[in-house]
């Protein structure tokens, strides 16, 4: 495989790897906003932010951690002859089916950067009580689905490598 390809996909997994490792902690400040919450409402005033911000933070987290998830194949996937397979067909079909992802992922994208521009355009809040701006979380949307993408591509990548018995290494 080309030299271009192996740094592609290997500067791709580092990024994305670092990437998921730090967006796992995100499940922790969520509790603690949650926490909160729970503390807020029994003992003082309700805090009106708590709720939304746990939304927010488990946003970025499922949408950040797409593209690890995918690099760790952790992801669902319905296994009926899949797992008896060999690792060259597993890859011919993956490289077939992963165009599938791409078109989703695709209009995904266009979706979502066409939400941030009237986000950021317009500065857009949302309509609870609390009204906080919608562009930080839609940027983190536009990014999370970005490198998404991005390590879809890497997939496919080696996936090609396998089903034609190259290595990446």
């Given at each position: 495989?080309?030299?271009?390809?192996?740094?592609?996909?290997?500067?791709?997994?580092?990024?994305?790897?670092?990437?998921?490792?730090?967006?796992?902690?995100?499940?922790?400040?969520?509790m603690g906003i949650l926490l909160w919450s729970s503390v807020s409402k029994t003992?003082?005033?309700?805090?009106?932010?708590?709720?939304?911000?746990?939304?927010?933070?488990?946003?970025?987290?499922?949408?950040?951690?797409?593209?690890?998830?995918?690099?760790?194949d952790s992801h669902v996937r319905m296994d009926l002859a899949y797992g008896r397979?060999?690792?060259?067909?597993?890859?011919?079909?993956?490289?077939?089916?992963?165009?599938?992802?791409?078109?989703?992922?695709?209009?995904?994208?266009?979706?979502?950067?066409?939400?941030?521009?009237?986000?950021?355009?317009?500065?857009?809040?949302?309509?609870?009580?609390?009204?906080?701006?919608?562009?930080?979380?839609?940027?983190?949307?536009?990014?999370?689905?970005?490198?998404?993408?991005?390590?879809?591509?890497?997939?496919?990548?080696?996936?090609?490598?396998?089903?034609?018995?190259?290595?990446?290494?």
């Open positions: 495989m080309p030299e271009a390809l192996k740094t592609y996909v290997r500067t791709v997994d580092r990024f994305n790897r670092g990437v998921g490792r730090v967006t796992m902690y995100l499940i922790f400040v969520m003992f003082f005033l309700p805090s009106l932010w708590t709720l939304e911000m746990a939304q927010f933070v488990m946003s970025a987290y499922y949408l950040l951690g797409g593209a690890y998830s995918l690099q760790m397979w060999s690792p060259k067909t597993k890859a011919v079909v993956d490289a077939v089916t992963i165009f599938m992802l791409f078109t989703y992922l695709f209009f995904l994208l266009y979706g979502g950067i066409s939400s941030t521009t009237y986000a950021l355009q317009y500065t857009e809040t949302s309509y609870s009580s609390w009204s906080p701006y919608m562009a930080p979380i839609k940027i983190i949307m536009v990014i999370g689905i970005f490198l998404t993408l991005l390590q879809a591509t890497s997939i496919f990548i080696k996936d090609i490598a396998t089903a034609l018995g190259r290595s990446l290494a």
